[in-house]
């Protein structure tokens, strides 16, 4: 499925992104220790991409039913009250893709404001970068989240023992 391809994709990229970052970091320790001569902009890169990842990795663990939670209520309702349980996970879905549709709409006025006043982040004379590029991958991971939710209001919840089974991996 196109949608799934296009969240694992997303993920990749934040996976890509975190080996980046760890290479980075190791240079910059390198360079204070060996040269004394740290690299310039390291913290600020470290700072968002923390969010960059986050929104980049978020929509295929929603997808994947993989969110972190505390499910021990949902688990007896399953055992006992099959459709009540399936029902306050679509409640749940729900409650995550109005939530998710906000901070997209939040996203995008900072992305139209960031883009347009071509705001910066950083140290003014040391290192600065462009805000609106994360305001963007905010706004793409919260667009794909609210998607991913709404794929379980429609067909159903999603748990990781369902997607491992649908993809064999048991």
Not at 1 to 23: H, T, V, Y
Not at 32 to 55: C, D, K, L, Q, Y
Not at 95 to 108: D, K, R, T
Request: net charge positive.
């Amino acid at each position: 499925m196109l949608f799934e391809r296009s969240l694992r994709g997303l993920s990749a990229i934040g996976i890509a992104w975190i080996f980046a970052l760890m290479l980075l970091v190791g240079a910059d320790i390198v360079s204070r220790f060996f040269f004394n001569a740290p690299i310039s902009g390291v913290a600020e890169v470290a700072g968002f991409s923390v969010v960059a990842i986050t929104f980049l990795q978020l929509p295929a663990a929603v997808y994947q039913g993989r969110l972190a939670r505390a499910d021990l209520l949902l688990q007896r309702l399953r055992a006992r009250a099959p459709a009540a349980a399936s029902a306050l996970e679509r409640l749940f879905a729900a409650l995550g893709a109005a939530v998710f549709a906000a901070v997209a709409v939040a996203a995008f006025n900072g992305l139209v404001q960031s883009w347009s006043t071509n705001d910066q982040f950083g140290a003014q004379g040391v290192f600065t970068f462009p805000k609106w590029p994360i305001w963007l991958l905010v706004l793409t991971g919260s667009a794909a989240s609210m998607a991913a939710f709404a794929v379980h209001i429609w067909k159903g919840p999603a748990t990781p023992e369902s997607d491992s089974l649908r993809h064999g991996e048991i």
